[in-house]
């Protein structure tokens, strides 16, 4: 199937749940959609579109709000799917149920923004250190890092 | 009566820190955690402060084996947003290194291999070849590791004729050696004996949990990025996918082997059709505003990179995924139903982008809370002893 | 007369721990490969081993992680005296290129203190033999 009749399956299929669809380049296509449909949509995809693959998850902090990129991939085609979550309420489905793999990609979510994924099998930290402080989120925009005086081996400074 | 053994973080054996803590039963593993984190450095929040070309040395420097893949899936990445068109010149010396780091990573990898199951001179043999290889990438590029040949819009240095005549004569002496080494694995039954049926992942299940590269590969997966998604020279070369039937450690050497011989055909190929030209073309201090999906094949699996650009000359999001990390579901599968003593060499079957070496294992006493310490190098001692007293498995069959 | 004779061994054959600290594994890897048939330091008596008891000097790659950094000091304390330390790598000296990440310390010297630096990006093994043969003139 070529990328024209892919994206016009897809709209057939999600009709009003697809709210963009696009497709920039060859073999890549974007789908937006709400959170709450995420993992119907997951289970769509795996099902009748060959997409059992999840590559990862990229998160993304606009300022308002959280944006999150599902990426899969079929043998002819790459397929995007983004949602959006406001900032003072970061909740966000998860889609292990459709695709047990993604559950790593999930807790880096967790602990990289701040997001609360519900139903996630495994909640713990995935890439941040035991001591690391609660409620400090590195990849959000408003977090800064200082970065600690170095010593300097023979006193001098 | 079960036991828990914490594997890691500092083990000779592995080079990366990381940390597995197992649940054992007597000898059979019913449980697997993984503790990442130890190499955990905050990439992506550095990324968003250095511009386009400084980002190209610091995604090099994600890993050391495959630092060419990381480089080259950005620098893709960022062609395609700021709306480049490399010259072929430029793109078939970008793409030859490619292969020649894929070659140098496979060589790596069966020493690796060979030193899990015990079989040290093969080791030795694989890495000294892999010096032939170090030697060419340090010819073209100026570096053993950490070519930085990608510059955006091209690459930087230029092949000559001699440079040409000189790497068409290493694949050759390569390939030889190669074969050789192939007959020696195929009529070695202790060797084979070892690693078949270890670590055993069924196709359903490389599907459901995203394993990636040799790793799906070997389950009779077909997937492979340069088939599905070819970007630049890959449409105009002839190669194979290489798969495998037998889900476990025999069917991942298998191919890895494949692939080194299908490496050899493309570096010769590439070679002799490189194409005339500049190599490089211009590319300008700010990206307009998008997004863009990079995906390339590294030695290891599918390697994705999501770069979105904001107008400015520095990236506002950078999202890598490395192959391996795609992997550790699968890993904590086939470790369940394993014996201990096939640990270093399961781990290492997924190559996990370090080197073999020992690792120091305390044994946790699950009633009474005492510490034992057990070095990895006796567990592998331990298990060649096993192994070799043993009967040998007479129907182990190298496939190819 | 006991200690010449140690002194001599340990110059004549001192026996290594290599440490990844959060490394890229560039390094790891030339360590390694000086202990293969081109570089072949198991000439000068050098071993790898396994556990840092058994060690005399340690190999020590990569910027210092958070999470590494109190099991470094562990490792560094269970090595017996006297130890040697030897920095592998730009990542090892100052943090290379990932200087200002959040996770990372700066180089080994902001943990453990250290005898000899060696650079590169990464160190070549022939630098890194050398590194050692210079740290065993020094003994």
Same mark, same amino acid.
């Given at each position: 199937?070529?990328?024209?009749?892919?994206?016009?399956?897809?709209?057939?299929?999600?009709?009003?749940?697809?709210?963009?669809?696009?497709?920039?380049?060859?073999?890549?296509?974007?789908?937006?959609?709400?959170?709450?449909?995420?993992?119907?949509?997951?289970?769509?995809?795996?099902?009748?579109?060959?997409?059992?693959?999840?590559?990862?998850?990229?998160?993304?902090?606009?300022?308002?709000? =959280?944006?999150?990129?599902?990426? =899969?991939?079929?043998?002819?085609?790459?397929?995007?799917?983004?949602?959006?979550?406001?900032?003072?309420?970061?909740?966000?489905?998860?889609?292990?149920?459709?695709?047990?793999?993604?559950?790593?990609?999930?807790?880096?979510?967790?602990?990289? =923004?701040?997001?609360?994924?519900?139903?996630?099998?495994?909640?713990?930290?995935?890439?941040?250190?035991?001591?690391?402080?609660?409620?400090?989120?590195?990849?959000?925009?408003?977090?800064?890092?200082?970065?600690?005086?170095?010593?300097?081996?023979?006193?001098?400074? | 009566?079960?036991?828990?053994?914490?594997?890691?973080?500092?083990?000779?054996?592995?080079?990366?820190?990381?940390?597995?803590?197992?649940?054992?039963?007597?000898?059979?593993?019913?449980?697997?955690?993984?503790?990442?984190?130890?190499?955990?450095?905050?990439?992506?929040?550095?990324?968003?402060?250095?511009?386009? /070309?400084?980002?190209?040395?610091? /995604?090099?420097?994600?890993?050391?084996?495959?630092?060419?893949?990381?480089?080259?899936?950005?620098?893709?990445?960022?062609?395609?947003?700021?709306?480049?068109?490399?010259?072929?010149?430029?793109?078939?010396?970008?793409?030859?290194?490619?292969?020649?780091?894929?070659?140098?990573?496979?060589?790596?990898?069966?020493?690796?291999?060979?030193?899990?199951?015990?079989? +040290?001179?093969?080791?030795?043999?694989?890495?000294?070849?892999?010096?032939?290889?170090?030697?060419?990438?340090?010819?073209?590029?100026?570096?053993?590791?950490?070519?930085?040949?990608? /510059?955006?819009?091209?690459?930087?240095?230029?092949?000559?004729?001699?440079?040409? $005549?000189?790497?068409?004569?290493?694949?050759?002496?390569?390939?030889?050696?190669?074969?050789?080494?192939?007959?020696?694995?195929?009529?070695?039954?202790?060797?084979?004996?070892?690693? $078949?049926?270890?670590?055993?992942?069924?196709?359903?299940?490389?599907?459901?949990?995203?394993?990636?590269?040799?790793?799906?590969?070997?389950?009779?997966?077909?997937?492979?990025?340069?088939?599905?998604? !070819?970007?630049?020279?890959? +449409?105009?070369?002839?190669?194979?996918?290489? /798969?495998?039937?037998?889900? +476990?450690?025999?069917?991942?050497?298998?191919?890895?082997?494949?692939?080194?011989?299908?490496?050899?055909?493309?570096?010769?190929?590439?070679?002799?059709?490189?194409?005339?030209?500049?190599?490089?073309?211009?590319?300008?201090?700010?990206?307009?505003?998008?997004?863009?999906?990079?995906?390339?094949?590294?030695?290891?699996?599918?390697?994705?990179?999501?770069?979105?650009?904001?107008?400015?000359?520095?990236?506002?999001?950078?999202?890598?995924?490395?192959?391996?990390?795609?992997?550790?579901?699968?890993?904590?599968?086939?470790?369940?139903?394993?014996?201990?003593?096939?640990? !270093?060499?399961?781990?290492?079957?997924?190559?996990?982008?370090?080197?073999?070496?020992?690792?120091?294992?305390?044994?946790?006493?699950?009633?009474?809370?005492?510490?034992?310490?057990?070095?990895?190098?006796?567990?592998?001692?331990?298990?060649?002893?096993?192994?070799?007293?043993?009967?040998?498995?007479?129907?182990?069959?190298?496939?190819? | 007369?006991?200690?010449?004779?140690?002194?001599?061994?340990?110059?004549?054959?001192?026996?290594?721990?290599?440490?990844?600290?959060?490394?890229?594994?560039?390094?790891?890897?030339?360590?390694?490969?000086?202990?293969?048939? @081109?570089?072949?330091?198991?000439?000068?008596?050098?071993?790898?081993?396994?556990?840092?008891?058994? #060690?005399?000097?340690?190999?020590?790659?990569?910027?210092?992680?958070?999470?590494? @950094?109190?099991?470094?000091?562990?490792?560094?304390?269970?090595?017996?005296?006297?130890?040697?330390?030897? #920095?592998?790598?730009?990542?090892?000296?100052?943090?290379?290129?990932?200087?200002?990440?959040?996770?990372?310390?700066?180089?080994?010297?902001?943990?453990?203190?250290?005898?000899?630096?060696?650079?590169?990006?990464?160190?070549?093994?022939?630098?890194?033999?050398?590194?050692?043969?210079?740290?065993?003139?020094?003994?």
């Amino acid at each position: 199937m070529s990328d024209i009749e892919i994206v016009e399956s897809l709209k057939r299929d999600l009709g009003d749940k697809a709210l963009e669809l696009t497709n920039p380049d060859r073999r890549r296509i974007f789908l937006k959609i709400a959170p709450a449909d995420l993992a119907a949509a997951a289970a769509l995809l795996r099902d009748a579109y060959d997409c059992a693959y999840l590559a990862t998850i990229s998160g993304l902090d606009k300022g308002e709000t =959280f944006e999150f990129l599902y990426h =899969f991939a079929s043998p002819v085609v790459n397929i995007n799917v983004r949602t959006e979550i406001p900032r003072t309420d970061p909740r966000l489905p998860s889609i292990c149920g459709a695709i047990p793999g993604a559950v790593l990609y999930e807790r880096e979510l967790q602990e990289m =923004f701040g997001v609360v994924v519900e139903g996630i099998p495994d909640p713990r930290r995935l890439n941040l250190p035991d001591d690391w402080p609660e409620g400090q989120f590195p990849l959000r925009k408003d977090w800064k890092h200082v970065r600690p005086q170095e010593v300097i081996p023979g006193g001098k400074s | 009566m079960s036991f828990e053994i914490p594997i890691g973080p500092q083990h000779p054996a592995l080079k990366e820190p990381i940390s597995l803590r197992m649940t054992v039963d007597g000898e059979v593993i019913t449980g697997v955690d993984i503790r990442l984190g130890y190499n955990h450095r905050g990439v992506e929040k550095v990324a968003e402060e250095k511009n386009w /070309t400084q980002n190209i040395y610091l /995604t090099e420097r994600i890993c050391g084996i495959c630092s060419h893949s990381h480089a080259t899936c950005y620098v893709q990445g960022v062609e395609k947003l700021m709306e480049l068109a490399p010259p072929k010149r430029g793109l078939y010396i970008r793409y030859l290194v490619s292969e020649l780091e894929r070659v140098h990573s496979h060589l790596l990898w069966l020493g690796v291999a060979g030193h899990e199951a015990g079989f +040290d001179s093969f080791f030795m043999y694989t890495w000294r070849d892999r010096e032939i290889v170090m030697d060419l990438l340090e010819m073209i590029s100026g570096n053993r590791v950490h070519y930085a040949i990608n /510059t955006i819009g091209g690459v930087r240095r230029d092949l000559d004729e001699g440079q040409k $005549a000189r790497i068409l004569e290493g694949v050759a002496t390569l390939r030889k050696r190669s074969e050789y080494y192939f007959h020696i694995g195929a009529n070695e039954p202790s060797f084979v004996g070892r690693i $078949a049926g270890v670590g055993m992942l069924s196709k359903e299940q490389a599907v459901s949990l995203c394993a990636v590269g040799p790793v799906a590969r070997a389950s009779g997966v077909a997937r492979d990025v340069r088939k599905e998604d !070819p970007y630049a020279v890959y +449409d105009e070369l002839d190669f194979e996918l290489c /798969t495998a039937d037998t889900c +476990d450690v025999l069917g991942r050497v298998v191919v890895r082997v494949k692939e080194l011989l299908e490496s050899y055909k493309m570096i010769e190929q590439m070679v002799k059709g490189l194409p005339d030209g500049d190599i490089a073309c211009k590319a300008p201090r700010k990206a307009k505003p998008g997004e863009v999906v990079s995906r390339y094949e590294a030695p290891r699996g599918e390697n994705i990179h999501y770069i979105k650009a904001n107008g400015t000359d520095k990236p506002e999001r950078l999202k890598v995924r490395a192959p391996t990390l795609g992997n550790y579901p699968a890993t904590v599968e086939m470790l369940r139903n394993g014996f201990i003593a096939d640990i !270093p060499l399961i781990f290492a079957a997924i190559d996990p982008c370090i080197c073999c070496a020992e690792r120091t294992v305390t044994l946790v006493g699950a009633r009474n809370g005492e510490e034992r310490l057990v070095t990895l190098g006796d567990l592998r001692r331990l298990a060649i002893e096993r192994h070799q007293s043993a009967p040998p498995k007479r129907n182990a069959v190298w496939p190819i | 007369m006991l200690n010449k004779l140690t002194r001599w061994s340990r110059i004549k054959s001192p026996w290594i721990l290599h440490l990844n600290s959060g490394a890229c594994n560039a390094c790891d890897i030339e360590i390694v490969a000086a202990l293969t048939p @081109r570089f072949d330091v198991e000439r000068f008596g050098i071993l790898l081993k396994a556990t840092p008891r058994h #060690a005399d000097v340690i190999v020590a790659s990569g910027p210092v992680t958070r999470q590494m @950094r109190d099991r470094i000091v562990r490792i560094y304390d269970q090595t017996p005296d006297p130890k040697f330390v030897i #920095a592998v790598g730009a990542c090892a000296m100052s943090g290379c290129v990932y200087r200002g990440a959040y996770n990372i310390m700066g180089g080994i010297d902001q943990v453990i203190p250290v005898n000899i630096y060696v650079p590169g990006c990464p160190a070549r093994p022939d630098a890194i033999v050398d590194g050692v043969v210079k740290l065993l003139g020094k003994l």
